[in-house]
């Protein structure tokens, strides 16, 4: 029998888990836990790359978890685990540092809006983040890993380190390919369609616990254009706002764009934007309902984070004792 392919892919617990980060990647990820070996993680080593306050970390770790579960990411059928709880990712991330070039994590965009970002702590961990990233991901030897469009610089230079090292040493790691969503793989903010959604403007971004009434509140005010036809029609160079609610509503309810537009022709944004809140809130409302249940049952996600890491330590070792066998350290 053919081995199954394997996939993996991380969110960082450094806020709550947004609606960018649910239709982009995480949305597609239930379907494939049933034909992939699949790894889901939670990035907490990368979340120090910004400060953080230490109880608040914890809690959106399990919050996190919580998600990943109500999503419908069954951990019997998919390992799912916390960074930090399998020590093989910094241990591999040290030796990835040591073939990555300053030159090429310089060209990293999102190191240059981190950067801008956070003036008083560029700290190296930012920099060297992509390293620790490839290690992430090498560990498991994917054949893909699912992420949003923002991500994709990062498999790429991935995929580099990889190709690197394996011609210094021979066919040690899988080179991943990215596999990004046709649709939902940029969500825009919604008081802003010109930044991507993120937890750093949080008046634009819906956050997946949100309350029905506040989910309902930010698609009221989402900015739309200022264009004088005012229909809901795709186009996202000449109507940004408009064209992100379309992608939004065609990522939860499965319609195509042209199905949209015929639906609200002659309706103008008034009408649209309280159905796109709606159809969203009718999306989320199980999964927040979900998580907040399973969060009452500490019991269980700690026996889920636990049997996760132990999975996923037995194989990210295997790999990493191949690396250091390579690189000619002295097995203990
Ligand atoms: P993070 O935590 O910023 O985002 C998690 C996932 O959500 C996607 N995403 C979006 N997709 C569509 N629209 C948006 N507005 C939007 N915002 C975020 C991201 O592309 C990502 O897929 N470095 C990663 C975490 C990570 C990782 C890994 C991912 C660490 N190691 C190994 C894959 C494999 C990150 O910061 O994602």
Request: hydrophobic share 40%.
């Given at each position: 029998?053919d081995?199954k392919?394997?996939?993996?892919?991380?969110i960082q617990?450094?806020?709550?888990?947004h609606?960018?980060?649910?239709?982009?990647?995480?949305?597609?990820?239930?379907e494939?836990?049933?034909?992939?070996?699949?790894?889901?993680f939670?990035?907490d080593?990368h979340?120090?790359?910004?400060?953080q306050?230490?109880?608040q970390?914890?809690?959106?770790?399990?919050?996190?978890?919580a998600?990943?579960?109500?999503?419908?990411l069954?951990?019997e059928?998919?390992t799912?685990?916390?960074?930090?709880h399998?020590p093989?990712?910094?241990?591999?991330g040290w030796?990835?540092?040591?073939?990555?070039?300053?030159?090429?994590?310089?060209r990293?965009?999102q190191f240059?809006?981190?950067?801008?970002?956070h003036?008083?702590n560029i700290?190296a961990?930012l920099?060297?983040?992509?390293?620790?990233?490839?290690?992430?991901?090498l560990?498991?030897?994917?054949d893909?890993?699912?992420?949003?469009e923002?991500?994709?610089?990062?498999?790429?230079?991935?995929r580099d380190i990889?190709?690197?090292f394996?011609g210094?040493y021979?066919?040690?790691f899988k080179i991943?390919?990215?596999h990004?969503?046709?649709?939902?793989?940029?969500?825009?903010?919604?008081?802003?369609p010109?930044?991507?959604?993120?937890?750093?403007?949080?008046?634009?971004?819906?956050?997946?616990?949100?309350?029905?009434?506040?989910?309902m509140?930010?698609f009221?005010?989402?900015v739309?254009?200022?264009?004088?036809?005012?229909c809901v029609?795709?186009?996202?160079?000449e109507?940004p706002g408009?064209?992100?609610l379309?992608?939004?509503?065609a990522?939860?309810?499965?319609k195509?764009f042209?199905?949209?537009?015929?639906?609200?022709?002659?309706?103008?944004?008034?009408a649209?934007k309280p159905?796109?809140?709606e159809?969203?809130?009718e999306?989320?409302?199980?999964?927040?309902?979900?998580?907040e249940?399973?969060l009452?049952?500490?019991?269980?996600?700690?026996?889920?984070y636990?049997?996760g890491?132990?999975?996923?330590?037995?194989?990210?070792?295997?790999t990493?004792?191949?690396v250091?066998?390579?690189?000619?350290f002295?097995a203990r």
């Amino acid at each position: 029998m053919d081995e199954k392919k394997v996939m993996l892919s991380g969110i960082q617990p450094s806020g709550e888990l947004h609606l960018g980060n649910y239709l982009g990647p995480l949305r597609h990820w239930p379907e494939m836990i049933e034909e992939f070996d699949c790894y889901f993680f939670l990035a907490d080593l990368h979340t120090i790359t910004v400060r953080q306050e230490p109880a608040q970390l914890r809690r959106r770790v399990l919050t996190l978890l919580a998600n990943y579960i109500a999503c419908g990411l069954d951990p019997e059928k998919c390992t799912l685990f916390i960074q930090s709880h399998v020590p093989a990712h910094a241990q591999l991330g040290w030796v990835l540092d040591c073939y990555t070039m300053f030159g090429e994590l310089s060209r990293m965009t999102q190191f240059k809006d981190k950067t801008a970002k956070h003036k008083d702590n560029i700290n190296a961990g930012l920099f060297t983040y992509p390293a620790l990233m490839a290690a992430d991901i090498l560990l498991y030897q994917p054949d893909f890993v699912p992420v949003g469009e923002d991500q994709k610089q990062h498999v790429e230079i991935c995929r580099d380190i990889a190709e690197r090292f394996n011609g210094l040493y021979g066919d040690v790691f899988k080179i991943p390919a990215p596999h990004i969503p046709k649709v939902g793989a940029r969500i825009m903010s919604l008081n802003d369609p010109a930044s991507k959604m993120s937890k750093s403007n949080l008046d634009g971004c819906v956050i997946l616990m949100d309350k029905p009434e506040e989910v309902m509140r930010k698609f009221k005010r989402a900015v739309t254009d200022s264009d004088t036809e005012r229909c809901v029609r795709f186009a996202p160079q000449e109507k940004p706002g408009v064209s992100n609610l379309i992608q939004i509503y065609a990522s939860v309810t499965g319609k195509s764009f042209e199905e949209i537009e015929t639906e609200f022709e002659g309706k103008g944004y008034g009408a649209f934007k309280p159905a796109v809140g709606e159809a969203v809130v009718e999306t989320l409302r199980p999964i927040r309902e979900e998580t907040e249940r399973l969060l009452a049952d500490k019991a269980y996600l700690e026996h889920v984070y636990k049997a996760g890491a132990e999975k996923a330590e037995y194989v990210a070792n295997k790999t990493l004792r191949k690396v250091y066998k390579k690189v000619g350290f002295v097995a203990r």
